[in-house]
C-alpha cells in the first residue's frame, strides 16, 4: 500500500523559509506518474484544511488563499518525491503538515481533496519568535 513519509518542518521565525518533503513508498507503480499529491495542515483544535495539490494531468496547482504567493508545491516522480517550499511563513502557519494522494489522479485537484488517503505521521512547522 502507498504510504508517505513527510519531513522538513521545524522552529522557524516569522518571514522565515522552510522546504517541506514527502517520500512515497510501497506503490506497485514505478513512480508516482499516476497520483495527484496533495499538501494538508492540521492546527492544534482546529480541523485539517488542504493546502495544496498538484495533478500530473496539468501544469495549474492549487494553493488555498491564505498560502498563496508565499508557498510552491512541485514533484520529482522519478524519485518518489514531493515538496512544498514554504516563504514568507506568519505564526497561523503553525500547524502539523501531512501529504496524501489521490489515486485517481482526478482534476481539477482541489475539487477531490476530502478524497485523498495514505497518509503519512506529518511533520511539525512550528512559526514563533
Known amino acids: 500500500q502507498l504510504k508517505f513519509v513527510e519531513s522538513g518542518g521545524g522552529l522557524v521565525q516569522p518571514g522565515g523559509s522552510l522546504r517541506l518533503s514527502c517520500e512515497a513508498s510501497?506503490?506497485?507503480?514505478?513512480?508516482?506518474?499516476?497520483?495527484?499529491i496533495g499538501w494538508f495542515r492540521q492546527a492544534p483544535g482546529k480541523e485539517r484544511e488542504g493546502v495544496s495539490c498538484?495533478?500530473?494531468?496539468?501544469?495549474?496547482?492549487y494553493f488555498t488563499d491564505s498560502v498563496k504567493g508565499r508557498f510552491t508545491i512541485s514533484r520529482d516522480d522519478a524519485n518518489n518525491m514531493t515538496y512544498l517550499q514554504m516563504n514568507s511563513l506568519k505564526p497561523e502557519d503553525t500547524a502539523v503538515y501531512y501529504c496524501a494522494a489521490d489515486p485517481h489522479n482526478r482534476i481539477p485537484c482541489k475539487y477531490y481533496l476530502k478524497y485523498y488517503d495514505y497518509w503519512g505521521r506529518g511533520t511539525q512547522v512550528t512559526v514563533s519568535s
Open positions: 510501497g506503490s506497485s507503480r514505478l513512480t508516482l506518474d499516476y497520483y495527484a
Open positions: 498538484i495533478s500530473t494531468l496539468n501544469g495549474e496547482p
